[in-house]
């Protein structure tokens, strides 16, 4: 026994050393953490003199990741001796101009400093920046006085700040919108607009430079437009069950620093301030070949484009870019055990650097958990074998990362759903409070001219708009070297005299060359769009391939040389595809605020690169034309939306057909009348 415990200790300790040494340093594909932005920020204000530190701002500090090849020779080294160097991408402002700078962590140096000299747009704004300029309005006077005019009290007037697009002007400086809002009676402040009242904000010199007080429409009520539960007066709605859920073996996952692994998945989970959630590395078990297979190497919310289609003075320029302008990881909100996420959730933190670089904790910003949605993984029963019933069913279970970004008066839910299947569902849900405006109407026969949204209160109209996210997917269907695949399904005329049958349809497949060839507007042609891998056959020949399957369709509905859609090319498809360029990530382009739209997805496609047999990455737009009705008023119930990238002949068979179904216990109800 001695002995043997011996040889098993001389074996383990080389093992264990190596694993720890493994876990101390970090995963090329790790978030930066608090000591590296604290790192980013010395080396960075090091390099510029004294005087000029004070006004230097951080707009955007991420990881620069490293290069594709270098992190797949990397990971596939046995040894894993010399990680590739961890390097930091950051924005800065100084003196009116955008800096981008590479620093390298390992050997703490600036790898490049450059000026960015094009006109195309602004980096992400800062949340302290806004805060500050959203505090101006209560020392101008001339604001104090439309308050005073109004005969409201300045001490419930709330300020928030909203990005001003682009409308074919010449511009040279950041600026942003401040629009007030009255919280007297009410925590739901978006729906009290001073409708009228509006500041720009220059941002770099920080301060207000214009004003306008243009109207005097009567502000919506209070009443009835609390969500908070202790607000709320009875009679409640319908008592909801509570439901215990028991792990009696605990969670089924294992999170390993940003490494996540469960049933047959395993993958990186990330943070980015832009991004949010950024999955990378996502592969799956093929218990046939008795090996992890690679499907996505790397994925993120790329853009969020959110226009209202109101055209007047006080509304046009209302077309956000959530993502580029806001920050979506910025904007994640720390999620609340038990109603944000169930009760067997785990919660991870994430950090950004604020704008004076220094670290910003954002507690439980992921939740992952095991769901099991009652839902069925496949099920049979046979009845036709004379004499039996046999019934075989296993549930279905999955697992999902959570994140929430509330962008001022939306919420976005975002959820990665991977299924023991090899289908990996994105889902976002839209929920929060409508963006409103105040009207002069009470009832819709008094609505004589357009209105732009709809009225779903005493002088409040939720105005109409649209939500289009663009999801980058770097698909590597076990491996790197893909090609796109249009299966589309013809319908055929039969000639054979001898068939009784008219018509038929069938397959006839079309790989994309180059870029053009992948441009696509769903809804027009029934087909299934796959990425497959061309040189990797299944036993009977079939291209090895991970299919989208899209959700509900949308399309761009305004007219191509309006600024708006300029800006927000990339959706006028759903579907691209683009030869993979590390500095192709953000489909509206680096510079999102008062972009013009020259840096886009859709003008990166315009030089129609080959896409056949390439390391390439599909963009996926899920949109929603919002027509807001009164449900959605004083806070909008959840609207979902997503699409699934489903396994179609990666596996020689079933992936789940040998998957027991999980022990658990049946509780009996405690609760019968
Ligand atoms: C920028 O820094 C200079 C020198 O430190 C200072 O005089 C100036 O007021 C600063 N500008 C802003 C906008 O803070
Ligand atoms: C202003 O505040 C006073 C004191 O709290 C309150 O009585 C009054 O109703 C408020 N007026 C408005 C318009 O909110
Ligand atoms: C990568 O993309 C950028 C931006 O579109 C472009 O300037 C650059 O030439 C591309 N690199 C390659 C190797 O194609
Ligand atoms: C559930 O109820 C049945 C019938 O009353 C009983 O036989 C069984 O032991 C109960 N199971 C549990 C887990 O309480
Ligand atoms: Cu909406």
Redesign the pocket.
């Known amino acids: 026994m001695a002995a043997s415990t011996m040889k098993l200790t001389l074996f383990l300790l080389p093992l264990f050393f190596t694993f720890s040494l493994i876990i101390s340093s970090h995963h090329p594909l790790d978030p930066l953490t608090p000591s590296e932005f604290k790192k980013v920020r010395t080396i960075v204000k090091k390099s510029y003199p004294s005087g000029l530190k004070h006004n230097l701002t951080f707009q955007y500090i991420g990881l620069d990741e490293p290069d594709k090849p270098v992190l797949q020779s990397w990971l596939s080294s046995k040894t894993k001796s010399n990680p590739p160097p961890r390097r930091a991408f950051v924005i800065a402002r100084l003196h009116k101009e955008t800096h981008e700078l590479v620093v390298d962590l390992s050997n703490r140096y600036i790898i490049s400093d450059k000026v960015y000299g094009g006109n195309d747009g602004y980096p992400m704004l800062t949340n302290d920046e806004q805060t500050a300029a959203s505090a101006l309005p209560f020392s101008y006077q001339p604001f104090l006085d439309s308050v005073k005019k109004r005969e409201l009290n300045l001490s419930d007037v709330v300020c928030a700040t909203l990005t001003v697009g682009w409308f074919g002007e010449e511009h040279s400086r950041r600026a942003i919108k401040i629009l007030s809002f009255y919280k007297e009676g009410t925590a739901n402040v978006y729906m009290r607009p001073l409708e009228g009242v509006s500041l720009l904000v220059d941002l770099d010199e920080m301060k207000i430079v214009e004003y306008y007080d243009r109207s005097r429409l009567p502000m919506p009520k209070a009443e009835g437009t609390e969500y908070r539960l202790s607000k709320q007066k009875p009679p409640f709605g319908p008592p909801l069950n509570g439901f215990v859920i028991e792990q009696p073996n605990g969670p089924g996952f294992k999170i390993d620093g940003h490494q996540i692994s469960w049933a047959n998945w395993d993958f990186h989970l990330g943070f980015d301030v832009r991004a949010g959630p950024i999955i990378s590395m996502a592969s799956i078990y093929d218990l046939e070949k008795a090996t992890y297979r690679q499907v996505l190497y790397r994925a993120f919310v790329s853009e969020l484009f959110v226009p209202y289609m109101d055209p007047t003075e006080e509304w046009y320029y209302k077309t956000f870019f959530d993502a580029g302008e806001y920050g979506f990881g910025q904007l994640a909100m720390p999620l609340e055990p038990l109603t944000d996420c169930p009760a067997n959730a785990e919660f991870l933190d994430a950090y950004y650097a604020g704008e004076d670089g220094t670290p910003v904790k954002i507690s439980n910003a992921f939740c992952i958990f095991e769901q099991q949605s009652g839902s069925v993984m496949w099920r049979h029963s046979e009845y036709a074998i004379h004499g039996e019933l046999i019934t075989e069913a296993r549930p279905e279970l999955s697992l999902i990362v959570r994140m929430v970004a509330t962008v001022g008066n939306y919420d976005y839910i975002l959820d990665w759903e991977f299924k023991p299947s090899g289908s990996i569902k994105i889902a976002v849900g839209l929920t929060g409070i409508l963006e409103v405006k105040a009207a002069d109407y009470t009832h819709t026969s008094q609505i004589k001219e357009d209105a732009y949204g709809t009225l779903l209160a005493d002088y409040t109209i939720g105005v109409y708009h649209d939500h289009f996210l663009t999801y980058y997917l770097d698909l590597d269907v076990d491996g790197e070297a893909n090609s796109f695949v249009k299966n589309n399904l013809v319908t055929k005329r039969v000639t054979d005299k001898n068939s009784p049958r008219k018509s038929y349809w069938t397959v006839e497949s079309e790989t994309a060359k180059t870029e053009s060839d992948a441009k696509i507007q769903l809804g027009l042609k029934a087909s299934e769009l796959v990425v497959v891998n061309p040189n990797k056959k299944t036993k009977p020949g079939n291209s090895i391939g991970y299919r989208l399957i899209p959700g509900s369709i949308s399309k761009a509905l305004l007219n191509d040389d309006d600024y708006p859609q300029i800006r927000g090319a990339f959706t006028n498809y759903n579907v691209w595809v683009t ?1 993979y ?4 990530k953000w489909a509206g382009g680096l510079y999102a605020d008062r972009s013009h739209g020259e ?1 886009t997805l859709a ?2 496609s315009l ?1 129609n ?1 080959e896409i056949e047999n390439k390391d390439i990455v599909l963009w996926y737009t899920v949109g929603f034309h919002h027509v807001p009705c009164q449900e959605d008023f004083p806070i909008m119930p959840t609207l979902s939306g997503g699409f699934e990238l489903r396994p179609t002949n990666f596996f020689e068979s079933n992936p789940v057909l040998k998957t027991k179904p999980p022990s658990s216990k049946h509780v009996n109800s405690t609760n019968q009348p």
């Open positions: 030869p360029n590390k500095s192709e840096e003008t990166w030089r690169r």
